[in-house]
């Protein structure tokens, strides 16, 4: 699951004494601004968006906010060049120009990240005024 964190420290400056209230309101409105930013083929990547928030001892509360497809992670990071062989069959099949070919191996030129979740923070947390900070 792609994630992206806020500053900590810049974080707890700018937000001591903010409320609960304001917290989930920048982590809705995070997931919301994702789930536009997120490219749709089948509509599945941006269904599986979700808030998990948790009280730490200290009080306070993290979210996280991710996308629960398998997929999610290589659509927001991108990929670097890799070699796709079959797991199950002796060959790999697919269609090219109307044509059906089969391969024992290809060379995936990789995939270019569309950062739709660090968008989506970056302009809350630029409209809220917390510091951004990608890990």
């Known amino acids: 699951m792609p994630r992206v964190r ?7 400056r700018t937000i001591r004494g903010a409320s609960r209230g304001e917290l989930d309101s920048a982590a809705r409105l995070t997931l919301n601004l994702a789930k536009l930013f997120a490219p749709v ?8 968006g979700r808030i998990e928030s948790r009280r730490t ?6 979210y996280t906010i991710g996308f629960d497809v398998h997929y999610a992670p290589f659509v927001n990071d991108g990929t670097k060049p890799h070699k796709i ?3 199950r069959a002796k060959a790999l099949k697919f269609n090219v120009g109307g044509r059906t070919v089969f391969a024992t191996v290809v060379n995936h030129p990789g995939t270019k990240a569309n950062p739709f979740l660090d968008r ?3 302009r809350v947390a630029a409209n809220r005024g917390y510091q951004f900070k990608h890990d």
């Open 41 to 48: 083929k089948t509509g599945r990547l941006r269904a599986s």
């Open 57 to 62: 001892l200290g009080l306070r509360t993290i």
């Open 6 to 12: 806020l500053d900590r420290a810049a974080l707890n």
């Open 85 to 87: 062989r079959p797991k």
């Open 120 to 122: 989506a923070l970056q």
